[in-house]
């Protein structure tokens, strides 16, 4: 496949296209009178969200945060989540999301790296946040979304501050509206440098390829500080309203779409899975649903019949990651077709509209279709870079290409089924083992609820396959039936060495299984890291 065009250098002003800022604008002033977000018995209009939007730009400017500066929110869902990322980019400023779930360590970190000099934090944090502008050098304001002990209240500034009307900056399209940092599960968290263009892009490509319906009521229950938004941002953009939770349990997920008729939501595989096992989906009125989007983590062909059985066919996968701001490829709701196409499971799908997608080797050449190689992404919703990393930057940029480090089989209709992370492949005794297909085999068996596949320190094979298994809910583990299964399915030298029962699986704060949590207790002390 031949390369997609290189971007020119120069775009005339008239061929830029709009700011991230304008699109969020335009959408805030459409429609004034209807319900922009629900958040339990509270409901706020478009008008009032533009209107506080316009307030907080005011007390920003006020404490001297100039275009290139940079605030950090750390909050559980809340309009004013979405209200403060907007004051800051129509500012001119960057913005970077801490994650309610992340360690003291890792706020401190963020803050610093990102040089972020305004924290606004939820009154539940008020302690966290009072520690960490205790040791972030870079923090020099502390406002807090309600009376608290952080800092001065925010909405009461904002109430003592006259109106202004809404308007968005002129802005290089290439400048950084946000710093998103990576989920860490590889090693210590780096800011992808997210520009205008491709947040853009983006809500466009939610718009047009997520399946959005006409009248969007989404259900957020993933932290919108982070990438989240994006799906709220094509939602209001479309004047549909968005339902705010803060934190997810199944059984409210559940009300919320009977009591809403929620048409749209984003879930990740863990999601799902507690949905199936924790709760009872089919005696819901569900039937307002018309897409359910999965993603961040692979879903097992099993588990997805599964939730198809309850929820109709409404599924929509997306697969992306922060270097690519998003959804690079879409497995559509009519492509989930288990009696017609039960292949198409393990699949992420082919690439969105503006997304141009080769598979290469080690030495950048593109493979052909059925063998294994490197997913490399063109479009205008890739980052700019890593924050502060130049070296890193090149590599995962090099050759004209962002390098995910994700591996995938194309197949004769150009649908991509994912292998695994490069650094998740397991060598052992010389054999590559790529876990994810490991762990399908597992997953369908119906004891297995959840799996996990890493490598382990072998003196013989140099690594040794590893299983992490969590149990379905009433059901026993027969560990020898589980390797019997994978040594039947894919060879002797898949077979697990181990296999542990654990209760849950831990995860990060956006839900994927952290599989450096799994390797680190095996591989402490050890002269080298897993592959």
């Known amino acids: 496949m031949a390369p997609g065009p290189a971007p020119s250098p120069t775009v005339p002003p008239w061929a830029a296209g709009p700011s991230y800022g304008d699109v969020v604008v335009e959408a805030l002033t459409r429609y004034p009178r209807r319900d922009a977000f629900v958040l339990g018995e509270r409901r706020a209009t478009y008008a009032e969200i533009a209107d506080l939007v316009g307030r907080t730009q005011t007390v920003l400017d006020e404490l001297g945060l100039r275009p290139g500066g940079a605030v950090g929110v750390l909050s559980p869902n809340a309009p004013e989540v979405f209200v403060v990322q907007t004051a800051a980019v129509l500012n001119g400023a960057r913005y970077t999301g801490l994650h309610p779930l992340s360690s003291l360590e890792d706020h401190v970190f963020l803050c610093d790296d990102a040089e ?22 870079s923090v020099r304001h502390v406002l ?20 202004r009307t809404l308007r968005a900056p002129d802005l290089d399209q290439e400048t950084t509206a946000w710093l998103q940092y990576t989920g860490g599960t590889t090693g210590t968290p780096k800011g992808a440098m997210v520009p205008h263009r491709a947040l853009v892009q983006l809500a466009q490509s939610v718009t047009n390829s997520w399946g959005l319906p006409e009248a969007p009521v989404y259900l957020a229950a993933s932290p919108i500080t982070h990438a989240a938004v994006l799906p709220v941002t094509a939602a209001l953009v479309r004047g549909g309203t968005v339902v705010l939770q803060q934190g997810f349990d199944p059984d409210g997920w559940l009300t919320a779409v009977e009591t809403e008729r929620v048409n749209f939501a984003f879930v990740v595989p863990t999601m799902i899975y507690a949905l199936l096992e924790k709760a009872d989906p089919a005696a819901r009125d569900l039937s307002s649903i018309e897409t359910l989007c999965y993603g961040a983590a692979p879903m097992t062909p099993q588990r997805l019949v599964e939730a198809q059985e309850v929820f109709g066919p409404v599924m929509l996968q997306g697969y992306g990651q922060s270097e690519s701001v998003g959804m690079a490829t879409s497995l559509r709701k009519d492509e989930h077709d288990p009696v017609g196409r039960p292949d198409l499971l393990t699949s992420c799908g082919r690439p969105v509209a503006g997304v141009h997608i080769e598979l290469q080797g080690d030495d950048g050449v593109p493979v052909a279709d059925g063998e294994v190689g490197e997913v490399c992404i063109r479009s205008r919703a890739v980052m700019n870079g890593y924050w502060k990393r130049d070296e890193e930057s090149a590599q995962a940029l090099r050759g004209g290409w962002l390098r995910t ?41 119906e004891s297995v609820s959840q799996a996990a596949v890493v490598g382990v320190p072998d003196e013989r094979w140099g690594e040794a396959v590893a299983a992490f298994v969590v149990a379905r809910a009433g059901a026993e583990i027969d560990v020898a039936a589980l390797t019997a299964l994978v040594r039947e399915r894919k060879g002797p030298h898949q077979a697990p060495k181990r296999v542990e029962i654990v209760p849950e699986l831990p995860t990060t704060g956006v839900g994927k299984i952290d599989k450096k949590a799994l390797r680190a207790v095996h591989w402490a002390g050890q002269t080298r890291n897993v592959h």
């Open 405 to 445: 480090t994700d591996l995938a089989v194309r197949d004769a209709e150009g649908f991509l089924h994912l292998v695994d992370r490069k650094k998740d492949m397991i060598i052992t005794g010389g054999f590559n083992v790529y876990p994810r297909e490991i762990e399908d085999v597992l997953t369908g068996h």
């Open 144 to 163: 807090s979304l309600g009376p608290s002990e952080a800092g001065p209240d925010l909405l009461d500034r904002c109430a003592r501050t006259a109106p």
């Open 116 to 137: 972020i000099e305004v924290l606004v934090v939820h009154p539940v944090y008020a302690e966290r946040a009072a520690a960490v502008a205790e040791r972030a050098a």
